[in-house]
């Protein structure tokens, strides 16, 4: 099993930055693919971006059309961390963020991710 916890949320005015960090713990070593999502209000929840591991220390990061330039997710293996770095925030990017995990190949469906954590709330002023 794997636990994550979000942490970083909260309110911010557009156009300023804010970094999001999912701390992960247990059998962290088995999840080859880390995401986040989020959920609008009163809306589905829908893929941000996720990394993949493709070997060695190399890893391919892909982004939902609406975040790509502005979102940059990072991790780092080392204090099991993974981060979404939220430039130019909009006040349409409101959401609770999930951070995610899977052992396989991840991808924009939230059904291929197996681990989930409990969300932050993210509110962008206009």
Same mark, same amino acid.
């Given at each position: 099993?794997?636990?994550?916890?979000? %942490?970083?949320?909260?309110?911010?005015?557009? @156009?300023? /930055? +804010?970094? +999001?960090? &999912?701390?992960? =713990?247990? *059998?962290? =070593?088995?999840?080859? %693919?880390?995401?986040?999502?989020?959920?609008?209000?009163?809306?589905?929840?829908?893929?941000?971006?996720?990394?993949?591991? /493709?070997? @060695?220390?190399? $890893?391919?990061? $892909?982004? #939902?059309?609406?975040?790509? @330039? *502005?979102?940059?997710?990072? *991790?780092?293996?080392?204090?099991?961390?993974?981060?979404?770095?939220?430039?130019?925030?909009?006040?349409?990017?409101?959401?609770? $963020?999930? &951070?995610?995990?899977? *052992?396989?190949?991840?991808?924009? =469906?939230?059904? %291929?991710? #197996? $681990?989930?954590?409990?969300?932050?709330?993210?509110?962008? /002023? /206009?």
């Amino acid at each position: 099993q794997v636990q994550l916890v979000e %942490s970083g949320g909260g309110l911010v005015q557009a @156009g300023a /930055s +804010l970094r +999001l960090s &999912c701390a992960a =713990s247990g *059998r962290t =070593s088995s999840t080859d %693919s880390v995401g986040w999502f989020r959920q609008p209000p009163g809306k589905e929840r829908e893929f941000a971006a996720a990394m993949r591991w /493709s070997g @060695g220390n190399t $890893y391919y990061d $892909y982004y #939902a059309d609406s975040v790509k @330039g *502005r979102f940059t997710i990072s *991790r780092d293996n080392a204090k099991k961390t993974v981060y979404l770095q939220m430039n130019s925030p909009k006040p349409e990017d409101t959401a609770v $963020y999930y &951070c995610a995990a899977d *052992r396989g190949f991840g991808g924009t =469906s939230e059904g %291929s991710w #197996a $681990y989930w954590g409990q969300g932050t709330q993210v509110t962008v /002023s /206009s």
